[in-house]
């Protein structure tokens, strides 16, 4: 039973581009979320999506997009690359429920120059 | 918006002292939900809380919730080399996502 996968696992880009991370949520779940992680710091939610709409939102800007696809696995979108948006980007999925908790894959490690 | 504070930021401990992790909110929360992640890897569940002043216990680890909802700890007794990581405390307080607090790192020594 493959749980989440991410890929890809690291990625290099430049300032004023844009970047888009693969997730495939753990097999049995519907429901996928986006976390962004700082060196140091703890996960910072940046969206959730459910049959393939955006549910709830956290405090990022317009540039950080996503979708979801039928077989519930879902991009991130990132444009107009800043400096800080070097980070560890998470996804993890649980089943739809209140409160159920997150499975996360290994991440994609993001380095903008 | 919602925030959860974690504290301390920073331990150090010989190997089988003890450990304690606490964790505030500034909003009463649903449940609270506490996670590991090991150098290099990703958080990894370790369990939930949803009613007023739960206790829970997984081996020596034991896991409190506040009785307002709003604060939890975590504690480890007798820690051991496998207990290194940082842990997480995750707050749930309506229907956003999940609140992370910024961790305690526990670094221990041999």
């Known amino acids: 039973d493959a749980g989440v996968t991410q890929s890809p696992t690291h990625l290099i880009k430049t300032r004023g581009q844009q970047v888009t991370l693969r997730c495939s949520p753990k097999s049995g779940h519907d429901t996928v979320s986006w976390y962004q992680q700082a060196l140091g710091q703890g996960p910072q939610f940046i969206f959730q999506?459910?049959?393939?709409?955006?549910?709830q939102r956290g405090n990022f800007p317009d540039r950080f997009s996503g979708h979801q696809f039928p077989n519930y696995s879902s991009e991130l979108n990132v444009n107009a690359l800043l400096l800080g948006d070097s980070a560890l980007y998470l996804c993890?999925?649980?089943?739809?429920?209140?409160?159920?908790?997150?499975?996360f894959g290994n991440g994609t490690r993001l380095t903008v120059t | 918006g919602q925030q959860v504070m974690q504290i301390p930021q920073y331990q150090h401990v010989q190997e089988g002292e003890d450990f304690t992790t606490y964790c505030n909110s500034s909003t009463t929360l649903s449940n609270i939900q506490w996670y590991k992640q090991r150098p290099g890897g990703h958080p990894v569940f370790l369990i939930q809380?949803?009613?007023?002043?739960e206790v829970k216990k997984q081996k020596r680890l034991t896991f409190q919730f506040g009785e307002a909802k709003k604060n939890s700890s975590l504690h480890i007794t007798a820690t051991q080399t496998t207990d290194v990581g940082t842990y997480f405390c995750a707050g749930q307080g309506g229907a956003d996502g999940l609140t992370f607090g910024k961790g305690t790192h526990l670094i221990i020594q041999p």
């Open positions: 809380l949803v009613k007023s002043g």
């Open positions: 993890a999925s649980r089943p739809q429920g209140f409160g159920s908790p997150l499975h």
């Open positions: 999506y459910y049959e393939e709409e955006e549910r």
